[in-house]
């Protein structure tokens, strides 16, 4: 799974950046709907953001999403330094 989001994570934010910048409210809320499935096995906060940004779509708000596209991005390209370090050792010293 790790590799997988790694693989698809720079392409879902590219699709959903460019339906922010076009104002595409329809293809934001695929695009956003789509990262938020990816992202939320290893990130309840950055599925929660990813969740926003489809809302918004849905809403037909996507002229308003630059601040929180950023927000987004920030954080999936984080969880992509993070994962790849992760051990079962690490997640087992987490329960």
Known sequence: ???LFGEETPGLLARVEAAVRSSDAQQLRKAAH???GLVSAFSTSTADAAKVL???GIDGRAQEAV???EALNRMV???RA???TLT???L???I
């Open 82 to 84: 993070i994962l790849p």
């Open 54 to 56: 489809e809302q918004m």
């Open 77 to 79: 390209w984080q969880l």
């Open 88 to 90: 079962i050792e690490k």
């Open 1 to 3: 799974m790790i590799q």
């Open 67 to 69: 601040e929180q596209f």
């Open 92 to 94: 087992r010293a987490q």
């Open 34 to 36: 789509a990262l938020r």
